[in-house]
């Protein structure tokens, strides 16, 4: 993936939690397929499932938005990946915010998710532009830009991010490579981390 | 060169660095439970891997489970399926498993220390981000997502970024009824939600050197509330009589090599950090959160905020927040009433915990307006209780006194707020719904929660009688 195009949407809040993302109710799972439909799942529907009509999610003119604009500290919180894959799932391709959590972000990578940091003012100059509807933002990946209506921006990106959301590469088949390493390791442990399982029988 | 613990733990476990930069570190130890392994143990059986090292991973039954009587069915049918998946996966992959019905079951953060499998100087990996309370006894402790999950299963490592590291100097000594959890929120409050990101913390100070280790283990617990990944503190005489005789701690045999070795990794003193803040806490009083993430935070005396104290920017956050909790700006927080309490959570259900709320509840009885529950963070904690006699403490007060398990901190079973109660709480995130749908959540001490249960409101618990022992 070099470059996502999308209409953006812009929910512009601070500190968006991942219990805000997918609430603890639908980790009661053992796949990640689906998950889409229970994303912003209290923000999105009332107490009898209906969709909230002030949610910008559930705006007609944002229905195929999938790219995220949001405030600091997005995705802090819960480890739980869930939130990431309900994002995707749901077709959300790049979240845009100032900063995110540490564990969102690895998270997101490690699914193709795009988290892309920038400037909050930046940030909320875009969301002022998208508000209408029908702001299709072009990011490039490779070169670190983006572009929404005549015009471009740059941002950064850690280059192993990069690398890995362009070549979707299965990590544990390259981490597999350092076996040599991984068993140099294993036999220098010190002993007192082994675990001997007969123990808790006379705790 | 003078390093700290930090630097000291990661170098020995760094195997090898990429082209970007990013480290392979290995896992000495990894903690897994039922709600976030299922999909990473499905994705190594879907690609015929093995997991590598079945002897250092311990998992265990407690996010969803039920804390009602064991002998009961569980009736969740969701919860059931994914306690069964832990079952076949640990069979299937030769993992030991602490299950519901394990005289050892309780909180993936209770029991990796009181069970001796964190240790100083290890790193350690869980997939819950609470996972910084491990370094409350020096080990170097990272919260992961499903798919690191699975890569530790796999690979026993982890690439990751080297974080800065930022050292929180705390001074003073916190005053009778100011307890670890107080100085954890007020900390919150000073760095916000994001101030941690991208850091590992490490706690110093004379504060910090005076804490038993449990208390050190709410503040690491907390760390997470501030955006960091991972927190410290150097390991001390406290640390190592902590660890000593636990199930899995070295044998004598081994532990005066492990001590020698684990003295050697405290931070030098003349380390430096990445960013280092210090605080004097003489003065701190008991805190309440008021808002939907804990930086929302107040001492005990004060009142809820108006918007107009904030920035432009942050104002309809903090609108937002007011609204959803029902308050109002200028309310004294001792004026709030609760309808439950809670105490309990990864944060707050150690032994150390229940004695002090019991030492508040001790011979009073909780308000007829409330619904207030304890819940222990492991069955080995519940016994424990149970020989001081904490339980009856308890339960004569009108507390209900339940099994472990995460319950309502996460509010995955069937302990859960209804919309619009209002909690005083144990635990760690009063995000809204987080402790079920349109529940709110005050973040408060084991204290602060047992006096709330008392009066039925918050209550300055330094003003408070209560016994110095029981
Ligand atoms: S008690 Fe709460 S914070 Fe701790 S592990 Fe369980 S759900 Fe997570």
């Known amino acids: 993936m070099e470059v996502i195009v999308g209409l953006a949407v812009p929910l512009l809040r601070e500190n968006v939690d991942t219990d805000q993302i997918i609430p603890a109710q639908f980790l009661r799972i053992l796949t990640k397929n689906g998950l889409g439909r229970y994303l912003f799942y209290r923000w999105r529907y009332d107490q009898d499932g209906k969709p909230k009509p002030e949610f910008v999610l559930n705006d007609e003119r944002f229905k195929q938005a999938t790219v995220l604009l949001a405030l600091k500290n997005f995705g802090i919180g819960s480890s739980r990946e869930n939130a990431v894959w309900a994002l995707t799932d749901y077709g959300i391709k790049a979240v845009i915010a100032p900063s995110f959590g540490d564990i969102f972000y690895e998270n997101a990578v490690k699914n193709g998710l795009a988290c892309i940091r920038m400037d909050e003012k930046l940030i909320q100059q875009i969301g002022r532009e998208a508000e209408a509807g029908g702001l299709t933002v072009r990011i490039n990946i490779k070169e670190q830009s983006l572009s929404y209506g005549s015009q471009s921006v740059h941002y950064t990106m850690e280059p192993s ?43 | 060169m003078a390093t700290t613990i930090i630097e000291k733990i990661w170098k020995e476990h760094e195997l090898a660095v990429d082209d970007d930069g990013r480290s392979l570190i290995y896992i000495d130890r990894h903690l897994t439970h039922e709600v976030t392994s299922p999909v990473a143990f499905e994705d190594l059986r879907i690609r015929g891997r093995k997991l590598r090292r079945p002897d250092l991973t311990v998992a265990v039954m407690d996010h969803n489970v039920p804390t009602g009587p064991r002998e009961e069915p569980i009736r969740d049918e969701l919860s059931y399926k994914q306690m069964q998946a832990l079952y076949k996966n640990s069979e299937d992959f030769e993992t030991m498993l602490l299950d519901y019905y394990s005289p050892f079951q309780g909180i993936i953060h209770i029991i990796g220390p009181e069970l001796g499998l964190t240790l100083p100087g290890m790193t350690l990996a869980a997939g819950d981000s609470h996972t910084s309370t491990h370094g409350a006894l020096g080990a170097l402790a990272f919260g992961i997502g499903t798919s690191e999950v699975e890569h530790v299963f796999a690979t026993q490592t982890l690439w990751l970024k080297k974080p800065k590291t930022m050292e929180i100097k705390v001074s003073g000594s ?30 110093t100070g004379e504060t910090i050197r005076s804490m038993t280790p449990d208390e050190r283990m709410t503040l690491c617990n907390l760390s997470t509330e501030a955006g960091a990944r991972s927190s410290i503190i150097s390991p001390d005489d406290k640390t190592f009589n902590y660890v000593r005789g636990r199930a899995f701690a070295p044998d004598e045999d081994d532990f005066n090599e492990a001590v020698e070795y684990w003295r050697t990794l405290a931070s030098d003193p003349n380390a430096t950090y990445d960013k280092s803040y210090s605080f004097d806490v003489s003065g701190l009083k008991p805190m309440v959160t008021w808002g939907t993430n804990p930086s929302m935070v107040v001492p ?59 030492r508040v509840v001790k011979g009073r009885k909780v308000s007829n307006s409330v619904r207030a529950m304890v819940v222990p963070g492991s069955q080995y904690v519940k016994r424990n209780a149970e020989r001081k006699g904490l339980h009856s403490i308890f339960l004569e007060a009108g507390f209900e006194w339940r099994n472990a398990g995460c319950s309502m901190c996460i509010g995955m079973n069937e302990d859960q707020l209804l919309p619009g109660e209002r909690a005083a709480s144990t635990t760690n995130r009063n995000f809204e719904n987080r402790q079920g749908p349109g529940g709110r959540t005050h973040l408060v001490s084991p204290a602060m929660a047992a006096a709330a249960a008392i009066e039925g409101h918050f209550v300055d618990i330094t003003q408070w009688d209560m016994p110095e022992a029981i």
Do not use: W
């Open chain 1, 161 to 203: 991010v990069r690398r890995r959301l362009m070549s979707g590469e299965d990590e544990i088949e390259n981490t597999m490579k350092y076996e040599n390493k991984i068993m140099a390791y294993e036999q220098r442990m010190k002993k007192f981390y082994h675990v001997d399982r007969k123990r808790l029988l006379y705790e």
């Open chain 2, 174 to 203: 916190l005053r009778r009824g100011v307890y670890s959890k107080d100085l954890a929120l007020f900390l919150i409050g000073q760095l916000g939600t994001g101030g941690g990101i991208g850091h590992i913390l490490e706690y």
């Open chain 2, 300 to 358: 005990v005396n004060g009142s809820i905020p108006s918007p107009d104290q904030f920035e432009a920017s942050r104002r309809p956050g903090i609108e937002a927040a007011l609204k959803y909790m029902g308050l109002t700006p200028g309310q004294a927080i001792t004026d709030i009433k609760v309808d439950r309490v809670f105490i309990g959570s990864c944060t707050n259900s150690r032994l150390s915990d229940l004695t002090i709320a019991a």
